[in-house]
Each structure stands twice: as structure tokens, then as C-alpha cells.
């Protein structure tokens, strides 16, 4: 068990977690937590990646209700007027999910509107437009299905992947590959990978994977009306930091049409895809202040201290782990310096694609 469970634990048995709760509530701390969930676990079906799953349906509810409980829940119209300079309430925490996958519709929801629970998600709307696959399930299902002992990538670089033993190292290895690469063409990738890997892809069959995996634009609709904001995560989920300005403009400009196209209102947040800060991105930057987007996400980042100076287009969010226990979800909120901040990925970093 690492330090940061240890010290959760002990918090709680101690009784210390539910009085620094109770002081929180009676004097705010300048923190804005915005957790990130991906995907609940399968119920079956297809070889997908694990790394994107957060948690399961119990877990969800119990964290639903204590944020509701001890915290002011926001959503996207708090945190633009926040960026255009106006005071988010005290003790201030929003909820996201990422991708699009179905379990937001069918499990989330239900638990959102039972307990009057505001949240936001980032779909990306060709692959939910397309019915595509997003590329790191794709990924991950074609490593995972394929009988070679070996595969020999040609593009975008020779690479020889071992397929006798887990099959982890190969499908992160792969992963970052797509998430560090600039200028990668990811269709010519995907389907390099099928022909190495001895595993066939179709259009048709991506549709039915895609339709028992992701949510159609009618579901998205449905959460739309109960409440919930919507917002982009690009068009194919492709890390910005690596595309050309052409690629950068069709996923930026391009998502934002595609979601005024099917939801009727434009976007007003973009949360960036793997969420990788900008800092260093100036023609994201750019490409986000011309589309219109007021403000931009990140992941893994943590919370946001709100004492300083916010940059709209790097608001930090945090991603809710596997098998977190409740003394460590309330000690993470109750205690902002506590929450644990992934670093920039790089080789050596091993989680999933979304
Ligand atoms: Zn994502």
C-alpha cells in the first residue's frame, strides 16, 4: 500500500477525514478539483483496453454522493465565467468523462440524475459520428487477439514487438507511439497493424464494435436534455502537440461545427485528448482563441490551485483511479495537495490510451 493510502487510512480511522471535511465546508480552501472518469468496466463483448477503465457502477454512486455532500458541484458555464474572471462558488468540483464510451449513458446517468449531480463530457465527434473504434481499443484488441508469436511493424518506423508473454509492454509501447509521434498518418498505422499482427479489420466490423463500445449521437442528445454539457474532445482523439496546423485546425475548428451540427449549441470547452498541458503549444493555443473555445482541460494534472493566476487554456483536472478506497477519493478532495499528479507521459509511463 503506498504512503498517500496510508496516510488516507489512517486520516479516516482516526476520525481526522470526517472533521477536516466539516472544517473544509466552514472555511474553503482555494482548490478546484475536476475529476476525470473514463469507462466502467465491460460487461463483455470485445478485447479492449483496460487502462481507461476508472471504476465500477458501486464505486461511481458512492464518490457521486460524497461529493455532493461535502462539495459545490460545477459545470461548464461555471468554469468560463470563472476563466472570464468571475468567482467560482467555494469548495468548487466538477465531474468528466472522457471518449464517449456507453457505460456515460447507462450507468452514469441514472446515478447523475438520482442525485442531482451536474457533469460534462468530452466526446470526439467523427469517431462517434463514423462508429469508429478509438485507436487505442483498436490497438489493444488486435494485440490482444493475435496468434503470431511475433509482428514486424514497417511503418511509421521498423519495430519488432514480442508476442510470446504479456502482451502489455507491446500494447503500451504501441500507445505511446501514437501519442508521441508527430505528423503520424493513424489510419496507415491502424491498418499496417492489422496486416502485421494477422488480425482483420473492416468498416463493418469496427461499426458493430463501435456500436456496443461508444455512444450514438441520439444518446448523447438524451444527456444533453438531462443536463448534462457537452463538450469536445476533437474530432479522432489525436494528440494535438503532434499534428500539422491543417490536421490541428479539422480536429479543433472541425469538432466544434460537428457538435453545433448535431446538439444545436457550439462548444465552449475542449478537453485535450491523452491531456497533455499546452504549455509549450502555442499554435493549440492559437487554433483554440480563433475557434472560439473559452476554455481548455487537461488530465492527470491534478487539482487547480485557485489563489494564483488560472491559464483558461490549461485548467488541470485529475484522474479518478482504479481502486480507489473512499478514504482516499474524500482525502484527495479534502486535501488538494494530497491528490497524486501523473507526469508528462513518456516512455516509461503505462496508462491507457484515453
Ligand atoms: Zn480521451
Redesign the pocket.
Known sequence: MSRRHQFANLLEMSGSLAAVLKLRARAPVPWLSILTY?RFPATGGFECDDGVVDVTPEEFERQIACVKRHFNVVGIAELCAFAAGRPLPKNPVAIAF??GYLGVYETALPILKKHNCKAMVFVATAVTTERLVHWWDRIAYVLKTSTRREMLLEYPVPVRLDLTGSRAQAIRSLLLLVKLRPSLDLPRFLSELSRAADVPWSAEFERRFSDQLLMTWDQIRALQKAGIDVES?TRT?RVLQTLSSSDLRDEIEGSREDLRRELGVPARALAY??GYPLGWSSPVRAALERSGYEIGLTNGTGPTPLDGVVDRFDIRRQTVERDLSNAFFLTMLALPQFAPIHPVPSPSTTHGG?
Open positions: 473514463h472522457d471518449d474532445h482523439h485528448p491523452v484515453g
